[in-house]
């Protein structure tokens, strides 16, 4: 049982920056893919990849690159999202998730609001 818990979400001002962390129960965070997706408000809003790291290297969505940075610490069992220069647009819940074979784990979500 893999259990994953993000926290660092808030209010930000445009142009600021927030690091996200999410933290992964078992023995298996080392050697699983990893990554953060968003649901922005509103209706028909799917939740969208926002980046991923799996052993073929690290891959953003077009909207984040050159702002979003992903990465790991395994010793510590945890994924992180550094957000910079965020933007209204990047308003949305956003989730950690990890995938297995045959089965992806997801965090609960933590709220990520830009605004003035």
């Known amino acids: 049982q893999v259990r994953l818990v993000e926290s660092g979400g808030g209010l930000v001002q445009p142009g600021g920056s927030l690091r996200l962390s999410c933290v992964a129960s078992?023995?298996?965070?080392?050697?699983?893919?990893v990554g953060w997706y968003r649901q922005a408000p509103g209706p028909g809003k799917q939740r969208e990849l926002v980046?991923?790291?799996?052993?073929?290297?690290?891959r953003y969505a077009d909207s984040v690159k050159g702002r979003f940075t992903i990465s790991r610490d395994n010793a510590k069992n945890t994924m992180y999202l550094q957000m910079n220069n965020l933007k209204p647009e990047d308003t949305a819940v956003y989730y950690c998730s990890l995938a297995t074979i045959g089965y992806d784990y997801w965090g609960q979500g933590t709220q990520v609001t830009v605004s003035s």
């Open positions: 078992g023995s298996i965070f080392s050697e699983s893919a």
């Open positions: 980046a991923a790291i799996n052993s073929g290297g690290s």
